[in-house]
Nanobody, 124 residues
């Protein structure tokens, strides 16, 4: 599965951005899809994941209530709506397709395909 992430940019604290992850290939529809991020000088970390049907979703604690993950399988696309952005959300955001359909497997080793990353910069 090939993934293309987009939608990053520069935004002021409190603002919003929506990231998109477009996939090539119908196999994408049967896979859970996640978003990860890597801030400068830090390890990559899990942000959110959605299962193949779009019903089950999980978030890291620091983004709960601010970020919303969704998917449109007809368009082979997963979205990450980010509201109330904070400077600490600044990072390169990556989408990734899991090897499985459910969303309970969130460690990086469960993800087989990765997008190229899109930079989100939140100014204070």
């Amino acid at each position: 599965v090939q993934l293309q992430a987009s939608g990053g940019g520069l935004v002021q604290a409190g603002g919003s951005l929506t990231l998109s992850c477009a996939a090539a290939g119908r196999l994408f529809r049967g896979k859970a899809t996640g978003w990860f991020r890597q801030a400068p000088g830090k390890e990559r970390e899990f942000v959110s994941i959605i299962n193949s049907s779009g019903v089950r979703k999980y978030y890291r604690d620091s983004v709960k209530g601010r970020f919303t993950i969704s998917r449109d399988n007809a368009k082979n696309t997963v979205y990450l709506q980010m509201n109330s952005l904070r400077p600490e959300d600044t990072a390169v955001y990556y989408c990734a397709a899991s090897r499985v359909s459910n969303a309970e497997y969130q460690r990086e080793e469960y993800f087989a395909s990765w997008g190229q990353g899109t930079l989100v910069t939140v100014s204070s």
